[in-house]
Nanobody, 123 residues
Framework: QVQLVESGGGLVQAGDSLRLSCAAS????????MGWFRQAPGKERQFVGA????????LYADSVKGRITMSRDNAKNTVYLQMNTLKPEDTAVYYC????????????????WGQGTPVTVSS
């Protein structure tokens, strides 16, 4: 079992940066690829990005590519999502999740989820 807790969300202005953290407890996340998803009010959950267990591969959604960077510190059991040049359309609840699957972009392939941290970007 893995418990995931996101933090770092908040209210920012367009153009600002924000770093989200996802702290894991229970089983180590070292064996898992880690993903970030987001869900805006009234919209479906959307894949944001994922990082391999050894940080040697990342996958980012086209909508955020060039503005985000994912990283992880397995010694601290923590994954990070650095978001730059935030836009109002980035407003959503952001979730981290863990998977052993090879298809990272589908939320159905993730075994564990955090409770989410809200991000609001004002224009």
């Amino acid at each position: 079992q893995v418990q995931l807790v996101e933090s770092g969300g908040g209210l920012v202005q367009a153009g600002d940066s924000l770093r989200l953290s996802c702290a894991a407890s229970g089983d180590t996340v070292r064996r898992y690829a880690m993903g970030w998803f987001r869900q805006a009010p009234g919209k479906e959950r959307q894949f944001v990005g994922a990082i391999s267990s050894r940080s040697d591969n990342t996958l980012y959604a086209d909508s955020v590519k060039g503005r985000i960077t994912m990283s992880r510190d397995n010694a601290k059991n923590t994954v990070y999502l650095q978001m730059n040049t935030l836009k109002p359309e980035d407003t959503a609840v952001y979730y981290c999740a863990a998977t052993e699957a090879v298809n990272w972009s589908s939320g159905d392939n993730y075994n564990y989820w955090g409770q989410g941290t809200p991000v609001t970007v004002s224009s």
